[in-house]
């Protein structure tokens, strides 16, 4: 179950990481963006919740997550949920249409991203190092 969730999250990575950078690039939102923060937010929400399904098997077996873990499990639910945001936020943007919205909305684009990328780095680190 490890190593799907580990491609999940990784794709994760790719999509949201190609869809906001590509974003910022154009200077303007379009729907293909959308598109992808819509993928990496479903890759990274089934991704986390295979690592929360280890998380739990191993506290059944007396298993004590590491202070990384435990940070990752915080900042991820955090990460998730902006994500959400984000991408709800982006929807309503390309709806109402207005240019103003779509030539600013790459700055919260890499706010949410860069926040994205602590529970990666974390999770990456704890793993590493037990």
Sequence with gaps: MLLPAIILITLALVFY????????VQRVLKPWHV???????AADATGTFLMNLIATENRAAGIE????????????????V???????????VLVRNREAEKTSFHRLSVIVWGIWLVPYIVGALGSSLG
Aim: proline share 0%; hydrophobic share 65%.
């Design 82 to 92: 902006l994500m959400a945001v984000h991408l709800a936020w982006a929807i309503v």
């Design 35 to 41: 598109v992808l923060f819509g993928l990496g937010l």
């Design 65 to 80: 997550q590491s202070a990384l873990n435990q940070l990752m499990g915080v900042t991820g639910v955090i990460a998730i």
């Design 17 to 24: 990481t190609v869809g906001v950078w590509s974003e910022r």
